[in-house]
């Protein structure tokens, strides 16, 4: 082969291997992948998922304790003052990796009951639109969505299914 020729078939194959990368980073991004084939290749995409600086969200979410006795209303619990935030990322239960995985919010939850003496504890995810353009945000038109409910005398479980 000639020199021109090993240049043109290095350079197909860089793009080529290039635009694959691209469609699967797009991809991982969208979530196309089934969950199997997303944890086996997860990592190498992982510029293109850290969403933080990729992602523009159109709404406001947060994450809402409530506990209660049986028998008994729902009450707001103070899980921002009991565990305040060490970074100015936010709390750890605000972020979708956790709104995602219900053994991470039996964790969360646990701690909500060990600290508040109630029977049961349950998330609660509130989302309303950004209001574009203007500094306060008011929470209007909110939707409300039960990501789980806790039995405060059930015992979490870790990932690999150890009881703490």
Known sequence: MSRTNLQR???TLFLTLFMAYQVGSFGE???????????SVANIFWPNVWKMFTHKAKHHTATI?????YGEAW??????????ARWESGYRWDRPPVRRSGQIQEQFLH??????G????RMTLHRWPKSMGQ???????????????WNCSDTPRTPKGRVL
């Open 9 to 11: 078939v290095g350079g």
């Open 118 to 121: 109630m029977d049961q504890t």
């Open 111 to 116: 701690l909500a009951c060990q600290k508040s």
């Open 135 to 149: 500094h306060k945000q008011p929470r209007r038109r909110v939707r409300m969505a039960d990501l789980k409910t």
């Open 29 to 39: 991004y969208r979530n196309w992948f089934k969950p199997h084939l997303r944890h």
């Open 65 to 69: 304790f409530e506990g209660r006795k």
């Open 75 to 84: 009450v707001e619990l103070p899980m921002h003052t009991w565990y305040p």
